[in-house]
T-cell receptor, first 115, second 118 residues
Framework: AQTVTQSQPEMSVQEAETVTLSCTYD???????LFWYKQPPSRQMILVIR??????QNATENRFSVNFQKAAKSFSLKISDSQLGDTAMYFC????????????FGTGTSLTVIP | NAGVTQTPKFQVLKTGQSMTLQCAQD?????MSWYRQDPGMGLRLIHY???????DQGEVPNGYNVSRSTTEDFPLRLLSAAPSQTSVYFC?????????????????FGPGTRLTVL
C-alpha cells in the first residue's frame, strides 16, 4: 500500500515571502506521479503542480516549484512571493499509474498568508 | 466542456435511508473515482472504474456501491446510510491516453457533495 505523510498540519507565511511545504511518501512502485493540490474554502480541488517519477528535473509552475528526491521519497512544494490568494489547504498526492489512476492523499497542510 | 459535475451539492439523510450521489464527466475519460474527505484525514479512495462495466474497490469501500454503465456516468450508492458516512464526497476522472485528454493522466475533480447523516 502507498502512504503519503504531510507532517505540518498548519503553516503561515508573510505576504511576498517564501514558504516550503513538506511531503514524504512510501511506495514499492517505480512508475508513478506526484501532485500538489490546493483546496480553497470553495472546496474545489485545484491542481498546483505535478511531477512524473521518471523525470529527474524538478517541476515548476510560475511561483510554485517542487524539490523531488526520489531516493528519499520526498516531494516538497515551494511557494515564492506568497500571495493572499494562496491561503488554502494543500494536499500532497501519490498516483499509482494505469490501474485506474488511484490517488493516495496526505492529510493536508493549512497555509495562511498573512498581509 | 462542463468537466466533472456532481449532484446534489448538499444532502441530509437519516440513518438507514438510501441515496445516490450522481457524477458525470464530458471529457470522454476512461477512469473515474470516488473519494471521501474527512477532517484531518485527507481524501480516501472509495471505488474506482477503469471503463464502462468495470469497477473495483478502493481503500474504504464498505457501505458503498457503484456501477458504470456508460463512460460518462459513475453514480455512488449508499444503501443504508450511517452517521460514519457523514463526509464530503468527490468524484474525479482522468485518462491514461493523451489522445483522449491533452492533460495526460491529470485527474479532474468535481465540486464535491457535502453529506450529513443524522
Amino acid at each position: 500500500a502507498q502512504t503519503v505523510t504531510q507532517s505540518q498540519p498548519e503553516m503561515s507565511v508573510q505576504e511576498a515571502e517564501t514558504v516550503t511545504l513538506s511531503c514524504t511518501y512510501d511506495t514499492s512502485e517505480s512508475n508513478y506521479y506526484l501532485f500538489w493540490y490546493k483546496q480553497p474554502p470553495s472546496r474545489q480541488m485545484i491542481l498546483v503542480i505535478r511531477q512524473e517519477a521518471y523525470k529527474q528535473q524538478n517541476a515548476t509552475e510560475n511561483r510554485f516549484s517542487v524539490n523531488f528526491q526520489k531516493a528519499a521519497k520526498s516531494f516538497s512544494l515551494k511557494i515564492s512571493d506568497s500571495q493572499l490568494g494562496d491561503t488554502a489547504m494543500y494536499f500532497c498526492a501519490f498516483m499509482k499509474l494505469y490501474t485506474g489512476n488511484q490517488f493516495y492523499f496526505g492529510t493536508g497542510t493549512s497555509l495562511t498568508v498573512i498581509p | 466542456n462542463a468537466g466533472v459535475t456532481q449532484t446534489p451539492k448538499f444532502q441530509v439523510l437519516k440513518t438507514g435511508q438510501s441515496m445516490t450521489l450522481q457524477c458525470a464527466q464530458d471529457m470522454n475519460h476512461e477512469y473515474m473515482s470516488w473519494y471521501r474527505q474527512d477532517p484531518g484525514m485527507g481524501l480516501r479512495l472509495i471505488h474506482y472504474s477503469v471503463g464502462a462495466g468495470i469497477t473495483d474497490q478502493g481503500e474504504v469501500p464498505n457501505g458503498y456501491n457503484v456501477s458504470r454503465s456508460t463512460t460518462e456516468d459513475f453514480p455512488l450508492r449508499l444503501l443504508s446510510a450511517a452517521p460514519s458516512q457523514t463526509s464530503v464526497y468527490f468524484c474525479a476522472s482522468s485518462s491514461p491516453s493523451i489522445q483522449t485528454s491533452g492533460a495526460y493522466n491529470e485527474q479532474f475533480f468535481g465540486p464535491g457533495t457535502r453529506l450529513t447523516v443524522l
